[in-house]
């Protein structure tokens, strides 16, 4: 046993306990420096180049940012690769828009083409340019105004509460003293804490704990260590089966709207965007497919 | 670099509230799991230096599969099949939960006490055979050998690796997060999803820093003391009695 420390004592590289700490010490006044020259060099921030319409048309195809994992709004199917759901008919709808053609020759010229995005890489990936709009169940909030323009709202979504069967809730009354699971940096535990309130039960205790991603909710949720997996009612879909249901689903609250997001700088592109949105509610071509889909 | 953004490193330490109480939770969890797995580890670890085949078998298969499988499947596996388990066991109308304390406890102190077993054997077998020889010659038996002749010396040799296991064992809680546990991970992970400011993890990870680097010190001077001659130790005896306290 000794042997071994001896030999590892040697083969040890000569930087000690304490050169370590002088070694941090310095590497720390030199981050808090970097931290100044950074700040001055970052001031002048450039602004991302959107592509213009004239561009999209040159290039041949809209770079459109969808989610890939939303049943009934964007979603891919694994096996064949193809994509579907409402936010992708309104991806073909604005990609005929910027090429003059029906929505249908879009859709059979490919003129839409799709990027996965998440509730992390959306904002980036169109800053970038990498996707020339975002239309993927994204939340138009006063905060993301300032960052980003969005169309006017394409459709409402709300909160949904799933339940085991075996549970027993039944309805929002019998949630006194239970665990409701939510998605973390996600607003629904304020929103079902103001349902509460507003349906009088303010005085209920209930906890909430925050999970790092839905799959994990779900198999939360089915072994039982909570009682409610509340997130949004297009994400939920996803999640329901044989076992589970939805709490009270006439119940709305946590009400949000979905727009298409553009970048600052994207103007005419976003003009063009929020035309078609308004086409498409005004014509009611958004109610057939949210029937056609069975969105929740 | 919105890593060196001022505002943002304001925001983030303005809302170390909950951090701190992560840091609280996570300490207690260690020292929790700690117990559990020297209890465990010293109990396997005698078992496999003892003539027994069955006990000797039972420490194998148990160090071997803790050893070999992630301790993220672990927390997984008891986190999700746990509740239907003690449901079963017990025969309790509906699903029996666990407490994440506890569960983590649990897990984290079976996980390391399998590698405590091991420093513990490495220990024990680094006493030289005479001394149970003698010890049993002298009329003690087994237990007492154990007890008062073999496991003070192998305290000293073991001290800096468990000392390591300790620090393993620190980080390894932060599986926590995964299963909503509150710990410093977790709330660390809620500020970032919540303010989508990255700093949360680098006071996070200072934070852990805290907790760690004493235990590191601890090893660094534990593996100095244990490298020491035998005849510069000015405390060997006074040590072997304080191992008998």
Redesign the interface.
Known sequence: ??RT??SW?SARPQLT?RGFVSLAGAAMIG?AG??VV??A??SSSDAPSAASVDAIRSRGHLNCGVKTDVIGYGYQDTATGKFQGMEIDICYAIAAKVFGVSTSEARRRGLASFTGVTAKTRGPLVDSGQVDLVCATYTITPERKKSWNFSPAYYTDSIGMLVLRSSGIKSVADLDGRIV?VG??ADTMNQIQQMLKDQGHGDFSVSY????DYP?LA??L????IDVFAIDRSIIRTYMNDSNELLEPSLIFGKQEYGVCTTKSATELTSLVSGVVKDLKGSGAIDRWAKKYRLL | MELFNPERWAATLANTDLLWQGFLFTIEVSLAGLLVSLLVGTLLGVFSTTQSRVLRGISRVYVEFFQNTPIVVQVFFVYTAGPMLLQAITGAEHVVRIAPFVLVVICVGLYHGAYVAEVIRTGIEAIPRGQMEGAQSQGFTRVQAYRYVILPQTFRIILPPLANQALNLVKNTSVLALIAGGDLMYQADILVADSGYLQGYIVCCAMYFLICFPIAMLVTWLEKRSRAPRKARRTATAGATEAEV
């Open positions: 046993m000794r420390y001896d004592q306990r981050v970097a931290s950074g700040l060099g970052c699971g973390e940096g704990p925050q999970y790092l994990t198999a939360a089915a072994s039982g260590n």
